[in-house]
Structure formats: structure tokens, C-alpha cells
């Protein structure tokens, strides 16, 4: 199957849609379709040979983070040499209400529709100044996924129609292969607590967590605080006590090897994000390698920790409660290790073997649908050339 994705998000920085899309395109390409992906970069970033680029990105403030978007007249004529020589039997776009080359695409394109979304909250200023030019397009899209019912739930309140709910998928084994490096594994009198993602972002919480260790450090003052991910820690740790600075290590962007390596390692892997998650990639991905996982009650997150028993919760926004369950699980190794091998076993669900399986079930069904419309169109013309059947 000719396979195209359009990606919105840049692909000069990590993120959840980037990767969904990038491992999803390496799996297709492995079971023999040929995938063609579109997406936003640098001249300067590496991309892998089944991207082209649609050009370099601008960072344009969305659902609470920066997104890295492009969209206007060059980047239309890009999308269109790309959709006309890729000839694609169906057309995968992400996050189709975004003001991206995704609604430049669905704006150009015809054939075989499917679309995801990723978000779980569409009430912000660019959305709504470009959803009326997009909702005429809509209608082309014949087959539409969520990554979550809270996905889900935002297509059906301020998109209009349903989606089916296919999760983010994760490489598994990728994770769960990962061994522990000394570096970062902790020892009773200095734990390793990590927190990953793009740290400048309040929305993914790193200020909630600095807020709860004072209270942390009191009882264990040991304690590692291991920061990965992109960002400037000169700017996040601005105002934050010296001794909270002090914990923190900052570990900036790192490979995929080493996230995988960095999530086996640390005795928990705390996710403090406040809001603007619909799934939570990244907690598959730690449970996955055999991390402990601590995270905010949202309800995306509750919904993949399976409401606390594949790891555990804290009310959102709430530092205490943070450090009240943070010192928990740091004094009980067996609890730490129950949650862990609960994580790990529900991690599988949302391996790409699973996942993939279903995305290509969408792409045949809407295949399948416009191939029958056509039938059905042709049988109609013909009998109305001939007059009817009586
Ligand atoms: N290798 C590496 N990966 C990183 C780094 N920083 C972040 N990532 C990866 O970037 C991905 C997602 O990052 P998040 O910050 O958790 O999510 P997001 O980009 O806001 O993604 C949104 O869409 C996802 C996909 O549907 C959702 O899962 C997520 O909840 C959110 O809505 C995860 O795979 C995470 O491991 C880094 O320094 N290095």
C-alpha cells in the first residue's frame, strides 16, 4: 500500500505526535508498504530518508506549549508536489484542525481520508481563527481516530462527528531491553527520581514538581532529580530555592538509547503535567522499560495507569500530595516493584504491533468505502443512461 503522513509538528524537536508518527511510518515500511512522510524541518536536521520537508517551522503558542507549525502559500505548493508525486492509496493526516501542512493537505487533497487526533483541549485563539476555513474540508476525511476518549471527546464537542480510539503506540521491547546504568540507579541513601519532556513548558509540570521538594528533600535529602529533555535550566530553575537547584541534574535532550536506559534506571519516574494531555506517551514508555510511575490525576493519565494499579496518582497541581506520594513509594521498594511489573504488563497493550494493526484497519476500511462510492456511482450512471432498470 502507498502510504502518505503528514506530520504538523517540526520534527527538530521531540514530541509525542513526531514520534507516533516517525514509528508508526518505520513500521509500515517494515511489513513492505511503501510510506511517504511530510513534515516541518530545519534544513539542518537529519531526517530519515522517508521524510521530506515541508520547510522550516515557526514556533507558534498552542494548548498550552510552543508548537512548531508552517502554513501559508509555500508551504501549500510543497504539500501539493508532495501529494502529486506520492500518488498515495491513503492520505494519514495528524492533528487535522491544527493550522499546519495537515489542513493544507486536506484542503488539496482528494482520495482515500484518515486522520488522528492528539489533542485533548481545542479551545485556543489559532484553532479557532482557522477552524472555519477548515470545517468544509472535514467532510473528507472518512475515517477518523483518537489517541484517546479524551481525544475523542474533544472531535465530538468542537469537531462534530465520532472517532474510533486507537492509543499511541510504543516500540516495547525497545524499553524493556534497556539495562540500568550505575550513573543513574539510585541507592537507598540516594534515590533517582526522573522527569522528562520539554521542560520549558509549564504545562508539562517541572514547577509543581520543584514546588513539592522542599518537602522531599526535608526526609531524604539524598535525593537525585534527574532532568531530561530540551529546554534552557538557567530559565526553568529561575526563583527555585538553591538546595530544590541543587537536586536537579540536568541531563538536556538525549538519544533515544539513553531515555530508554534513563526510565529502566531511576527508582521512579514522576510525571507532574498539569493539563493538555490526551494521552501520555511518555508513561508507556516508562512503564515500558520498568520504571515506577508516579503522575498527576489527569484523566488521561489515569486511563493508562489503569486508574493507579499500573502506577501510581497524585491530585493534579498539588505539591503536597506530590511529596506526601513521592516519599511513599521511595520508602516502600516492594510497593515500587508491584507498580512497576503491573506498568510493564499493561505497557504491552500499547505496543506497535497492536496498535499498527488497527491503523491499518481504518486505512482498508476507508479504502474499501471509496472504492464501493465509486462502484455505487458508476452503476448509477450507467443505469440512468440506460433509462432505469424496469
Ligand atoms: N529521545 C528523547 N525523547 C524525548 C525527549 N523529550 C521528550 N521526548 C519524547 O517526546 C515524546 C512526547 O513527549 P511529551 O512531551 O510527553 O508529549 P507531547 O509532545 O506534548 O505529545 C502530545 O501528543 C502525544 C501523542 O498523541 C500524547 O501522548 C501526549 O499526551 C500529548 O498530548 C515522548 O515520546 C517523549 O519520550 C528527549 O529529550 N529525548
Known amino acids: 500500500m502507498r502510504v502518505g503522513i ?14 507516533h508518527v516517525r514509528d508508526l511510518a518505520e513500521h509500515f515500511i517494515g511489513q513492505g508498504h511503501e510510506v511517504s512522510v511530510l513534515a516541518p524541518a530545519d534544513s539542518e536536521t537529519a531526517l530519515p530518508e522517508y521524510v521530506v520537508s515541508a520547510g522550516r517551522a515557526t514556533a507558534v503558542r498552542y494548548n498550552g506549549s510552543v508548537a512548531r507549525l508552517n502554513f501559508g502559500p509555500v508551504s501549500a505548493a510543497k504539500v501539493n508536489r508532495w501529494l502529486d508525486h506520492g500518488e498515495f492509496d491513503v492520505l494519514h493526516l495528524h492533528e487535522p484542525v491544527t493550522p499546519s501542512i495537515s489542513v493544507l493537505a486536506l484542503m488539496a487533497a482528494d482520495g482515500p481520508i484518515v486522520a488522528t487526533f492528539h489533542t485533548s483541549m481545542l479551545r485556543s485563539r489559532t484553532m479557532q481563527t482557522a477552524y472555519p476555513i477548515v470545517r468544509p474540508s472535514l467532510e473528507k476525511i472518512s475515517g477518523r481516530i483518537a489517541v484517546s476518549e479524551d481525544a475523542r471527546r474533544t472531535v465530538t464537542t468542537h469537531v462534530g462527528g465520532d472517532a474510533v480510539v486507537i492509543p499511541n503506540g510504543v516500540y516495547v521491547d525497545r524499553f524493556e531491553h534497556a539495562r540500568r546504568r550505575a550513573q543513574w540507579t539510585g541507592t537507598p541513601t540516594r534515590p533517582t527520581i526522573a522527569f522528562l519532556g520539554r521542560m520549558g513548558e509549564p504545562r508539562k509540570g517541572l514547577p509543581v514538581l520543584a514546588a513539592a521538594l522542599p518537602a522531599v528533600l526535608d526526609a531524604v535529602p539524598g535525593l537525585r532529580v534527574l532532568v531530561a529533555g530540551p529546554g534552557d535550566p538557567a530559565e526553568v530553575t529561575e526563583g527555585m530555592p538553591d538546595r530544590v537547584v541543587a537536586a536537579m541534574e540536568f541531563l538536556g535532550a538525549v538519544s ?39 503522575a498527576s490525576d489527569l484523566s488521561a493519565f489515569w486511563r493508562v495507569l489503569d486508574g493507579g494499579t499500573a502506577g501510581a496518582l497524585f491530585r493534579n497541581e498539588d505539591p503536597e500530595d506530590l511529596a506526601a506520594s513521592l516519599l511513599t513509594l521511595l520508602a516502600e521498594p516492594d510497593r515500587r516493584r508491584r507498580l512497576a511489573t503491573a506498568g510493564q504488563a499493561r505497557a504491552r497493550q500499547f505496543d506497535w504491533s497492536v496498535v499498527a494493526d488497527r491503523i491499518m484497519a481504518v486505512y482498508e476500511t476507508v479504502i474499501e468505502g471509496r472504492m464501493a462510492a465509486r462502484q455505487g456511482a458508476r452503476t448509477g450512471w450507467t443505469r440512468l443512461l440506460r433509462g432505469g432498470d424496469r
Open 6 to 19: 503528514v506530520c504538523p509538528y517540526s520534527f527538530d524537536v521531540p514530541g509525542g505526535v513526531q514520534f
Open 256 to 294: 533515544d538509547e539513553d531515555k530508554a536506559v534513563l526510565l529502566a534506571s531511576a527508582d521512579v519516574y514522576v510525571a507532574p503535567n498539569t493539563g493538555g494531555e490526551s494521552f501520555g506517551i511518555i508513561l508507556i514508555e516508562a512503564m515500558s522499560a520498568g520504571a515506577c510511575v508516579l
